[in-house]
């Protein structure tokens, strides 16, 4: 008997067997797929992700993986150009984008040095029951065998397309059109720092990582989505050839590592986050557009926000259990709203309006003004931050 199973062992679900198990908790980590695989992801983390990396000692690892610190961020949209440094969050100034092979690695190493177990290449079949539904378990297969593992409490971290969400049949409470489709590739020593480029109807960012190389990702309006994929690699040269033209030169005659990976499929949800011995976290219960990057930093902090709220409830009484995770799913909702709309509003690829371009030209003068803006790109701060006596005066 488990006091937790946590099905999903990348960047919720493991900082959720690590938490749980330092917590002194008995906790089972599952994941379909190979320790230390990759897996389609934009994989920046904004410096509150990074906050939790140092909270949780994982930080230091990143480091030393080869991954750079992202410490200047450069924005490009008609004719502004805002570079600087974000002010950062709990101390931490910079962002990193470990690749997902390193980072979900290091964060399994985490929960098992914590005293969690984990299998991999594990498939959940079919969730436990009691007389009154509440969920106890879990079914499974691991090769050829079979398995049923009883818990206080299964957590779902089972990403976008979640099999527990699905066992559980959780609603969705918010439920918005796609957006965006994304395509990215690897380029080996391309002179790059962390850039934002916007033009109507599209978005291009380089994003550094491990091994010298640059994730370049370049994203089109949902609606594209059938056009592009029939000439996925030619739309993606294309787009970054017209939305940033100098990093298009930068580019030359270079060739990107591996193929091209991308996808239309970017859904903005919330689901119902739990009920009685169910939770979800990460992707699982809220998934938005990647093109803010929000993803991973906003798991990290609903991780930390659950193991905060279970408290001592798990192995007692379920009552008490049920009620730690409806406070979760109040305050999950809460933290994240904002930056969702936020996200859907990026998202939409629509032509700026001109009272942003005005605000943005107030701000790119400012190196002060500058860091509390990537503050709000970063989700450190309020878009309300921004409007201090500086900026009003020069607006």
């Not at 709990?90 to 190493?109: M, N």
């Not at 059109?177 to 380029?187: F, V």
């Not at 709220?309 to 008490?320: F, I, M, R, Y």
Request: proline share 5%; net charge negative.
């Amino acid at each position: 008997m488990y006091d937790a199973i946590v099905v999903g062992a990348r960047c919720a679900g493991a900082p959720a067997a690590m938490l749980l198990a330092r917590a002194g908790y008995r906790v089972l980590l599952l994941d379909k797929s190979a320790y230390g695989s990759d897996t389609l992801s934009s994989h920046l983390i904004h410096q509150p992700g990074v906050a939790a990396l140092a909270r949780w000692g994982v930080l230091e690892q990143v480091r030393t993986s080869g991954c750079p610190p992202l410490k200047r961020t450069t924005y490009e949209v008609a004719d502004i150009r805002i570079e600087g440094y974000a002010r950062g969050a709990s101390g931490q100034q910079t962002e990193f984008a470990p690749r997902r092979r390193v980072l979900d690695a290091l964060l399994v190493d985490a929960a098992v040095a914590a005293g969690a177990e984990f299998r991999e290449r594990c498939r959940v079949t079919g969730l436990l029951r009691d007389e009154a539904g509440r969920i106890i378990g879990v079914a499974g297969r691991q090769g050829d065998q079979n398995f049923t593992e009883r818990a206080h409490l299964v957590i779902g971290a089972d990403g976008m397309r979640s099999t527990v969400a699905e066992m559980v049949e959780a609603p969705y409470s918010v439920q918005d059109p796609l957006l965006t489709c994304a395509y990215y590739m690897y380029w080996q020593d391309l002179p790059a720092e962390l850039e934002l480029y916007e033009r109507p109807g599209s978005w291009v960012a380089t994003v550094p990582t491990n091994d010298d190389a640059t994730l370049v990702l370049a994203y089109f309006p949902q609606s594209r989505f059938e056009e592009v994929r029939a000439d996925a690699r030619g739309a993606y040269r294309e787009q970054i050839r017209t939305t940033a033209p100098a990093l298009y030169e930068r580019l030359g005659g270079r060739e990107p590592e591996g193929r091209l990976s991308g996808s239309g499929d970017q859904r903005n949800f919330f689901r119902q986050a739990a009920g009685p011995g169910w939770v979800l976290v990460g992707d699982a219960g809220h998934h938005k557009d990647s093109i803010t990057a929000r993803g991973m930093s906003d798991a990290f902090l609903q991780v930390e926000s659950l193991v905060q709220e279970v408290g001592s409830t798990l192995g007692g009484d379920p009552a008490q259990l049920d009620a730690a995770l409806a406070r979760f799913a109040k305050d999950r909702d809460a933290t994240l709203a904002s930056g969702y709309q936020a996200t859907l509003g990026v998202a939409r690829l629509a032509p700026p309006h001109e009272e942003r371009l005005t605000l943005l030209r107030a701000v790119q003068s400012d190196p002060e003004l500058v860091a509390i803006y990537l503050d709000v790109v970063a989700g450190v701060a309020s878009i309300d931050a921004l409007y201090t006596p500086k900026l009003l005066a020069l607006l």
